[in-house]
């Protein structure tokens, strides 16, 4: 079945550096990747997402490059503030009916001030 | 996106008793789902609930110990079932507002003695 890797699980970095969190899938039907940023104890946020007929699409500080050939995909995030750090999940969908999302193991980003 | 509650936000049960956890939805979706997030971990699909008839669930999880309801296309309902302590955890339902893209209720955090 479909499997979502994610690396690294965590990351620290210094405020005003960039992170970048890769994902790997393995369906090749997958076509559909959202990101979501988790603070403790809060839901799961859509912060961006990119469909496999883009190779990238920026918000702001966020962005997400898609290589299809390769089959990963990757959040980057530039000038790091300290309210970015929290959890980070990628995950992949394909058109099945349900879209259901198969989720990455998550990315603890910590942004040191 | 869509405002999503759910009910209880958090619970202490006994072992063998039953939870029902319920997830509104401020407008009609085509899709809910229901995940189970362990502490520390990512995001687990229970099921797929669907509007009119049964639950399509994931490969682990049973409709004996998951019941789920989806009376109509803004409510559903996930009961956890015979409960034991490692059923403790973070149970989310997401709704499906576009063909893609899902959104998450605050989840129900529930602690089983």
């Known amino acids: 079945g479909e499997n979502v890797e994610q690396h690294p699980s965590t990351l620290s970095v210094q405020e005003g550096d960039s992170a970048v969190i890769k994902c790997t899938y393995s369906d090749s039907a997958s076509n559909y990747f959202p990101w979501y940023k988790q603070e403790l104890g809060k839901r799961p946020q859509l912060i961006i997402d990119i469909r496999s007929n883009v190779g990238e699409k920026k918000d702001q500080r966020i962005a997400v490059t898609l290589n299809k050939t390769a089959k990963h995909f990757s959040l980057h995030i530039t000038e790091t503030q300290p309210e970015d750090s929290a959890v980070y999940f990628c995950?992949?969908?394909?058109?099945?009916?349900?879209?259901?999302?198969?989720f990455g193991t998550g990315t603890r980003l910590k942004v040191l001030a | 996106s869509a405002v999503i509650s759910q009910k209880p936000s958090r619970d202490i049960c006994q072992r063998g008793t039953s939870l029902t956890i319920q997830c509104q939805v401020d407008?009609?979706?085509?899709?809910m789902f229901w995940y189970r997030q362990q502490p520390g971990q990512s995001l687990t699909l229970i099921a797929t609930?669907?509007?009119?008839?049964?639950?399509?669930?994931e490969s682990g999880f049973v409709i004996d110990k998951f019941p789920i309801s989806r009376p109509n296309l803004t409510f559903s309902t996930l009961t956890v079932s015979n409960m034991s302590p490692e059923d403790s955890s973070i149970y989310l339902c997401?709704?499906?507002?576009?063909?893609?893209?899902?959104?998450f209720g605050p989840g129900t955090r529930l602690l089983v003695l």
């Open positions: 995950a992949a969908s394909k058109p099945s009916g349900t879209y259901k999302y198969i």
């Open positions: 997401s709704a499906g507002l576009s063909q893609e893209t899902q959104y």
């Open positions: 407008s009609q979706v085509t899709m």
């Open positions: 609930a669907n509007q009119g008839s049964e639950a399509t669930y």
